[in-house]
């Protein structure tokens, strides 16, 4: 019995799995209109999550990278700590 080596059943299963998916693509839409209304759908979905995430980013960014000049502290006192005044 032939022994395969790993890439080459990796190489077998990517190009299985391109063609399955093309082919999908292709013949399926065109014959079940609920099919191309639920593709259509799921491409709308992923495209409402990616924007989610791209503005929780941005969000994320702006809270991490604050100017500590934006929030002065009050009277312009410095904040220090207060150990030993007790």
Same mark, same amino acid.
């Given at each position: 019995? /032939? =022994?395969?080596?790993? #890439? !080459?059943?990796?190489? !077998? +299963?990517?190009?299985? +799995?391109? @063609?399955?998916? @093309? %082919?999908?693509?292709? &013949? !399926?839409?065109? =014959?079940?209109?609920?099919?191309?209304?639920?593709? *259509? $759908?799921?491409?709308?979905?992923?495209?409402?999550?990616? @924007?989610?995430?791209? +503005? /929780?980013?941005? $969000? %994320?960014?702006? &809270? &991490?990278?604050?100017?500590?000049?934006?929030? #002065? =502290?009050?009277?312009?006192? *410095? !904040? %220090? #700590? $207060?150990?030993?005044?007790?």
């Amino acid at each position: 019995m /032939a =022994t395969l080596k790993l #890439p !080459i059943v990796v190489v !077998i +299963a990517i190009v299985a +799995a391109l @063609a399955g998916g @093309a %082919a999908s693509y292709v &013949f !399926i839409p065109s =014959t079940d209109p609920e099919v191309k209304a639920l593709l *259509q $759908r799921q491409v709308e979905l992923a495209e409402q999550e990616a @924007a989610g995430r791209e +503005a /929780a980013a941005e $969000r %994320a960014k702006d &809270f &991490f990278n604050a100017n500590p000049d934006d929030y #002065p =502290t009050s009277g312009g006192q *410095q !904040i %220090a #700590p $207060r150990w030993g005044d007790n």
